[in-house]
Nanobody, 122 residues
Framework: QVQLVESGGGLVQAGGSLRLSCATS????????MGWFRQAPGKEREFVAG????????NYANSVEGRFILSRENAKNTVHLQMNDLKPEDTAVYYC???????????????WGQGTQVTVSS
């Protein structure tokens, strides 16, 4: 079993930055692909970013490409999502996710965190 705990959400003005972190425990998560999804009110959950187990490949949604940076520290069992130039449309609950397979992470990850709220004011 893999447990994921997010932190770092909050309220920020448009153009500002936030850094989300996801701490993991359980199995050897350093061998898992990790990523983030988000869900805005009234909308479906959507993929934001994903990173392979060794960090050699990252994928981003078009809406965040160039603004968000995903990284991982396997020695600390942690991944980080640096979010820059935030926009009101980035407002959502952000969920950390994990899966053994990178392709599955991008679409239907097996493990989920509880989520952290990000609110961007205009």
């Amino acid at each position: 079993q893999v447990q994921l705990v997010e932190s770092g959400g909050g309220l920020v003005q448009a153009g500002g930055s936030l850094r989300l972190s996801c701490a993991t425990s359980g199995r050897t998560v350093s061998s898992y692909a990790m990523g983030w999804f988000r869900q805005a009110p009234g909308k479906e959950r959507e993929f934001v970013a994903g990173i392979r187990w060794n960090g050699d490949i990252t994928n981003y949604a078009n809406s965040v490409e160039g603004r968000f940076i995903l990284s991982r520290e396997n020695a600390k069992n942690t991944v980080h999502l640096q979010m820059n130039d935030l926009k009101p449309e980035d407002t959502a609950v952000y969920y950390c996710a994990a899966d053994m397979r990178f392709p599955d992470l991008l679409k239907r990850p097996k493990y989920w965190g509880q989520g952290t709220q990000v609110t961007v004011s205009s």
